[in-house]
């Protein structure tokens, strides 16, 4: 491998890694819905990409609404349509009864894509972007513009989360439900406002990684959720069940390792390396980056 093919390689991990914030955001949700409530909800990625054609639909009357009022739609959409997953798809359903809850899931990731088929025709729509004319340039290295503040915007979603999961009220109720929601409603806690919360919270998240996808990649299409939900589930395996920093960690490594592997064997062969890297750490770290030591509960 020649200087020229070292500098292309680093330009993709770069490039990934920049896209990687996105996977992050969406591990998180998946984590911490599963954290909460010890249930997967495979709509999450459909339900981001929705709420980026939602911001879309809200602004559709404004030929040319700024970037930044879009992906705070986006958001806004989210935590409406995580309330309705919510309530659609978890709230009615026995606990006791898991399997009932993952087909529910199933049903609304179905449900939303037919919805954007329907109401778009298939047609991908162009998304907004900010500063995609900005390229800084390091020799032969360059950094996109678009994919820096992609990267920015997650990594400042990540921090406020983590202060709102570690420094409010809010944060204190949904970690006590997590871990005994027993002894949380002994307590006072209302475990119907903490999940409804939690899926407002983590619908933002969504909201904001599905129009940092659209932005990124500059097109939004139904094509998109099923590639990121599997993404998603990966990168909360990989990271761990439970684990907010592996969920960051993990988004940000597949999403270098897939540029990687893109440059180095093609898209066809791309998702069969992060399939295999999954295997991987199913097989030897099944617990994931930071699987927890064994204990007693």
Do not use: W
């Not at 959720?225 to 599997?230: D, I, S």
């Amino acid at each position: 491998m020649d200087l020229l093919d070292l500098i292309d390689a680093a330009q993709s991990v770069a490039d990934g890694l920049l896209f990687g914030s996105t996977y992050a955001l969406l591990g998180i949700g998946f984590t911490l819905i599963f954290g909460v409530m010890h249930k997967i909800n495979l709509s999450y990625a459909a339900a981001s990409i929705g709420a980026a054609y939602g911001s879309l639909l809200l602004l559709s009357g404004f030929t040319a609404a700024p970037a930044v009022i879009v992906f705070m739609a986006a958001a806004l959409c989210g935590g409406v349509i995580g309330a309705l997953v919510y309530f659609i798809g978890f709230k009615f359903i026995p606990v006791a009864n898991p399997l009932a809850t993952l087909m529910s899931t199933v049903g609304l990731l179905l449900l939303i894509d037919e919805i954007i088929v329907h109401t778009t025709e298939g047609v991908p729509l162009a998304y907004p972007a900010l500063y995609s004319d900005v390229v800084v340039r390091l020799g032969q290295f360059m950094l996109r513009g678009d994919l820096m503040f992609v990267f920015v915007l997650g990594c400042a979603c990540m921090v406020l989360f983590l202060l709102l999961l570690y420094r409010t009220r809010l944060g204190i109720a949904t970690r006590a439900v997590s871990q005994q929601p027993i002894a949380s409603q002994l307590c006072g806690i209302s475990i119907l406002q903490v999940n409804v919360l939690t899926f407002v919270v983590t619908g933002m998240l969504g909201g904001i990684a599905g129009a940092m996808s659209g932005a990124a990649i500059g097109m939004l299409s139904p094509l998109l959720a099923q590639p990121l939900t599997v993404k998603g589930l990966i990168v909360t395996v990989i990271g761990g069940l439970g684990s907010i920093p592996g969920a960051i960690i993990a988004g940000l490594i597949v999403g270098a390792l897939e540029s990687l592997f893109q440059f180095l064997r093609g898209v066809t062969e791309r998702d069969l390396y992060i399939m295999m890297l999954l295997f991987a750490f199913l097989v030897f770290r099944p617990g994931g980056i930071f699987a927890k030591a064994p204990g007693r509960d």
